[in-house]
């Protein structure tokens, strides 16, 4: 995949950049170390000085960085300057709570013989982060944040159609102060990625993207044996039950379907419904999913830009026209236009069959699949009947249901009459085929930490017990 900006509207090259050689990114790795060195001697009051400064320059450039994710992958601006917001949140939440997170935990000293004991949470070292085009700036700061103020340096291998979203997060974090070799952006292909992950100075990684891809950067973690934490694609539920607001369940569900064009990882993508209200949400939703304005993602009408390529859209046709081919039945869009740019739009399938690759697939473009239930059993077994495990929306006033999805739904996140969406405060992540680890929250700050115990004894004190390993 070559290194260039493309612009989704039109298809046209903006700007292409050649990937470093090895000798730079060596280089690179020798000053994510000796940042390393640096950084690990700084309290976090001084990290917590430049992450705010980081989150400040967000702010003041939240007009032209938004502007330039648009360009580069086709979102629509307010969405880009929503996520611009988003990211100066999340480094503000790190810089007020790191030291909270990662302070000692005690341990009971005559437990363990000694005279203090604890768990002390450590930096590894350079962190090695393959981040996605969909969220370019939010995907890439929910490792950055929390991994610098815990002492890690990051190396960000971006995606290659964002390289100009990648260079700005390459200076952001040494603008705001941190020492040289803080963080810094490869621009490198992915055929790059072996040999970072395999060098010694490298600790561990993380990666945000597709099945395929993480599947490739686990085996080369495995073989290396470097701590990974993964976070993949996804294909969640969306399950609507008869006591639901209907017509707020429908509205959200196109809104969550159609977020990001489309490309989401946490975007619903099935929605099962009850038999009792099938019907009357079908109808609405496909009001709700017509209603949509496709069009150009630098006006503020627009909900709908175009796919961030043409790759994408591709594959998006295809899943359409199998289902279509088996027996499925479209209820609105499911054609793409004719002309420049990546467009499809807003598209409600029903009648599928278990045969059709939309049922099993994650479809990446704004194509939601219609499911019937006769019950909440077989609802839930619908919404479970998919490789991944991701997040999970569920629609029921009644608490006893609500208790159930909650347990039952096989994912990281279930929320309950609303949309699945991403806080700094509650832990991020997948389970099955959507990966493995956490991001945000306490839980994201320690995944890439030395949670190194700490005994400490009196010189002349009693016998050591080495009965055990
Ligand atoms: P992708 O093709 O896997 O690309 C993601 C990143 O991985 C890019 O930097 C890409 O580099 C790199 N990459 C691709 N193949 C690789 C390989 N074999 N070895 C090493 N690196 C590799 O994914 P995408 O199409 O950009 O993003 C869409 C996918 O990401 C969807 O499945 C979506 O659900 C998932 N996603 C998950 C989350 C989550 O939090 N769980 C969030 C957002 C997106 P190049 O660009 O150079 O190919």
Known sequence: ?????????????????????????????????????????????????????????????????????????????????????????????????????L?????????????????????????????????????????????????????????????????????????????????????????AVERILTDPRVRAATLTGSEGAGRSIAAIAGRELKKTVLELGGSDPYVVLPTADLDRAAQVAATSRCQNNGQSCIAAKRFIVHTDVYDQFVDTFVAHMSALTVGDPMMDATDVGPLATEQGRADVEEQVADAVDKGATVRCGG????????????????????????????????????????????????ANAT????GANAWTDDPQEQQRLAGELDAGAVFVNGMVTSYPQLPFGGVKNSGYGRELSAAGIREFCNLKSVWIGDSGGADVDSATE
């Open 1 to 101: 995949m070559p290194i260039a900006t493309t612009n989704p509207v039109t298809g046209e090259v903006l700007k292409t950049f050649d990937a470093l050689t090895d000798e730079q990114v060596d280089a690179a790795i020798g000053r994510a170390v000796t940042g390393f060195r640096a950084l690990r001697a700084t309290s976090f009051e001084q990290r917590a000085g430049w992450m705010r400064a980081a989150a400040d320059l967000l702010d003041a450039e939240q007009d032209d960085v938004g502007a330039l994710m648009t360009q580069e992958m086709g979102k629509t601006l307010a969405a880009a300057k929503a996520e611009v917001t988003k990211c100066a949140t999340a480094c503000r939440f790190y810089a007020e709570h790191a030291e909270q997170f």
């Open 103 to 191: 302070a000692d935990e005690p341990v009971d000293p005559s437990a363990v013989g000694a005279v203090r004991a604890y768990a002390r949470y450590q930096p590894l070292g350079p962190v090695l982060a393959v981040m996605p085009w969909n969220f370019p700036l939010w995907q890439a700061m929910r490792f950055a944040a929390p991994a610098l103020m815990a002492g890690n340096t990051g190396l960000l291998k971006h995606a290659s159609n964002v390289p100009q979203t990648a260079l700005y997060l390459g200076e952001l974090f040494t603008r705001a102060g941190f020492p040289a070799g803080a963080f810094q952006t490869l621009l490198v292909g992915s055929d």
């Open 335 to 382: 054609k793409a236009p004719e002309g420049a740019g990546w467009w499809y739009p807003p598209t409600v399938i029903t009648d599928i069959t278990r045969d059709m690759r939309i049922f099993s697939e994650e479809v990446f473009g704004p194509v939601a699949g219609v499911y019937r239930a006769a019950s909440i059993d077989e609802a839930i077994e619908l």
């Open 387 to 390: 490789s991944y495990g991701l």
